[in-house]
């Protein structure tokens, strides 16, 4: 499975499996683009990935058992008293067991957030 993106839009940061957040952003992460600048086999190369992530701004209904896909309009109204929202990857790995990791928190920016999904803010 692909690492995810999730971010809370609303302030819950309760990011654990068992949670079911109200609204968030919600989407998978692949590398784009590998880039290598200098010798490759040289301890001074520097290499540098990008990304994309294609992403759906929801909202739950009934404890997580239906999903309403929020429209501009209403992520931009939802996110209009904020500077940025906390956001975490996800990789879950299958071995013997399921289990997921989750990177730290990551504060987004509000604005570069709606920048990148072409939302006017």
Do not use: W
């Amino acid at each position: 499975m692909p690492p995810r993106l999730i971010c809370s839009l609303d302030d819950d940061i309760n990011f654990s499996n068992d949670h079911v957040q109200r609204r968030r952003l919600y989407g998978s992460i692949r590398p784009d683009t590998v880039r290598v600048v200098g010798d490759k086999l040289s301890d001074d190369h520097k290499t540098s990935i990008s990304y994309t992530v294609e992403v759906d701004f929801e909202e739950t209904k009934d404890n997580g058992t239906s999903t309403h896909y929020l429209t501009p309009t209403e992520i931009s109204s939802l996110l209009a008293s904020r500077t940025d929202v906390s956001c975490k990857i996800i990789r879950t790995f299958y071995f013997s067991t399921t289990r997921t990791y989750y990177s730290n928190t990551m504060k987004v920016p509000v604005k570069a957030l709606l920048d990148a999904v072409n939302i006017d803010s």
